[in-house]
Structure formats: structure tokens, C-alpha cells
């Protein structure tokens, strides 16, 4: 559904805060077969590539400098970019935090989709159900 289940805003999120992340998902989602990421340290670490181990998911790793392999994803990031970081001056993490929910509840309830016929996500979403 190109859903934004989580968007964590932080100076560093190292290999723990993801993992952490991925557990709160798992509470309220069923875990994917497969993860699409790049070659940054939170997502080369053992201890990803264990937890996802465990729980049988593939860690599916870009080329280096190849962004294009995760294009989705470099689209959504270019959007909240555009719409949210380069939008604002912000005074403090907290308020990053807050104005990235409001941004993230937007995204995915309101927001109509040109790649689901201009509907929004919580539309298609449900229909899934």
C-alpha cells in the first residue's frame, strides 16, 4: 500500500533504534518477507542482519551510490523533504517530531495518490481488508 508505518527523527538512529521501530511495526503488522535499505551502518550492523534472521526476512541490500534501486523510497524522501524539512526552521526535535506525525498522519489518510488512482492509502488500505 506505500504506507508510512514509522518515521523516526533523531540526531542518530543506530542499529537498536531500528530494530526497536521494527518491533513497535510488528505489533500491529504482520513482518515483511523482504527489506529494501542502503549500506548505512544502522542497516549493515550483525545484530539487524540477526533479528531479521530469526524472524525470516531478507535484508536486501542497494548497490553502493545506486539509489535508483530504491526508487520508491528516494521518492518518498525527496516528498517529505520538499514538504517538511525544507519547509520549516525548526526549533527543537520535538518539534520536528510533532510536525513529522502530523505530516505522516496526512500522508497516509488524507493525501490522495496519483499511483492508487488519486486515492488516499487509508482508502486502498481498507479495501485490502
Known amino acids: 500500500v506505500r504506507e508510512a ?6 540526531t542518530s538512529l543506530p542499529t537498536d533504534r531500528v530494530i526497536r521501530v521494527l518491533e513497535q511495526i510488528a505489533e500491529s503488522r504482520p513482518l ?3 527489506i529494501r535499505v542502503d549500506n548505512g551502518p544502522e542497516f549493515i550492523s550483525s545484530k539487524l542482519l540477526a533479528w531479521c534472521e530469526t524472524r525470516n526476512i531478507n535484508l536486501h541490500y542497494i548497490q553502493p551510490g545506486k539509489p535508483t534501486q530504491n ?20 526549533g527543537s526535535l520535538t518539534q520536528v517530531r510533532e510536525i513529522v506525525h502530523s ?3 496526512n500522508y ?11 486515492l488516499p492509502l487509508s482508502v ?3 479495501s485490502l481488508n
Open 5 to 10: 508505518l514509522a518515521i523516526e527523527v533523531d
Open 32 to 34: 515483511p518477507q523482504q
Open 71 to 90: 526508487a520508491f523510497i528516494e521518492r518518498f524522501n525527496r516528498t517529505m523533504r520538499r514538504e517538511v524539512l525544507d519547509a520549516h526552521l525548526f
Open 103 to 105: 505530516w505522516m498522519i
Open 108 to 118: 497516509n489518510e488524507e493525501r490522495p495518490h496519483d499511483s492508487l488512482n488519486n
Open 124 to 126: 486502498c488500505r481498507r
